[in-house]
């Protein structure tokens, strides 16, 4: 009886081992095509300026407002200003108070004030969540230019740039005609409208 050589069995089996061997490298251990990874959120904003030039009530998307903990603005100084950017944060608990979360929209709605008149303003839009990071982004506010009623009363004052190390950043001043705010450039930051009435029902001057 002829006996086989040594190896002869293997090499036959050759072909369907490696063919075998083949589609297991081909099939296993991959695990699929990976899930596709979410496009990160992005910060979207609306602006619509109110009766003076001083504020807009901005409507921002792309932000989670079930999960929103504080939204911050900051209206930053001109270039070469003594007048340190206006920084605002608004906690959850404002905002569910004032109705700028509204249940069932992807939106809030709150004030942006502080704005000088009559410029193309620089100012930074942020949003915490109690279950991702932070989400910032930039816009550009342009407003118009301030008209003041003949009957008005509106302060000016000169400032002296080497009286800039003060520490003084805004000046509130209440007159007839209301209350106003000037920077320690001497720009007016803030003055209500001919009616006396806010800018917006969010804004409530007296609450600082």
């Known amino acids: 009886m002829r006996r086989p050589k040594p190896g002869l069995g293997l090499l036959r089996r050759g072909p369907l081992f490696l063919g075998v061997l083949l589609l297991v490298t081909a099939c296993g251990g991959g695990g699929g095509t990976p ?33 929103v903990e504080t939204v911050r603005f900051v209206v930053h100084a001109k270039p070469g200003a003594n007048a340190p950017d206006v920084d605002v944060t608004f906690q ?16 809030i709605t709150f004030p942006v004030f502080g704005l000088y008149a009559e410029y193309d303003n620089d100012v930074t839009i942020e949003a915490t969540f109690s279950d991702g990071p932070p989400l910032s982004a930039d ?6 230019a301030l008209i003041i009623p003949g009957d008005r009363m509106v302060p000016a004052m000169e400032v002296d740039v080497a009286d800039a190390g003060l520490g003084l ?10 209350p106003s705010i000037v920077d320690v450039d001497g720009a007016l930051r803030w ?6 009435a806010a800018a917006f029902p969010r804004i409530r001057v007296a609450e600082g």
Do not use: H, K, N
Not at 92 to 107: E, F, M
Not at 139 to 144: A, L
């Open 139 to 144: 816009f550009e506010v342009t407003t118009t």
């Open 92 to 107: 959850r608990s404002y905002l569910d108070r004032t109705g700028a979360i509204i249940p069932g929209q992807d939106s």
């Open 169 to 178: 950043g805004f000046m509130l001043f209440q007159g007839r005609s209301g």
């Open 35 to 67: 899930a596709p990874e979410e496009p990160t959120p992005v910060l979207t904003a609306a602006f619509v300026q109110g009766p003076m030039p001083f504020a807009v009530e901005a409507t921002v998307e792309g932000a989670s407002p079930d999960t």
């Open 191 to 196: 003055l209500p409208d001919a009616a006396g």
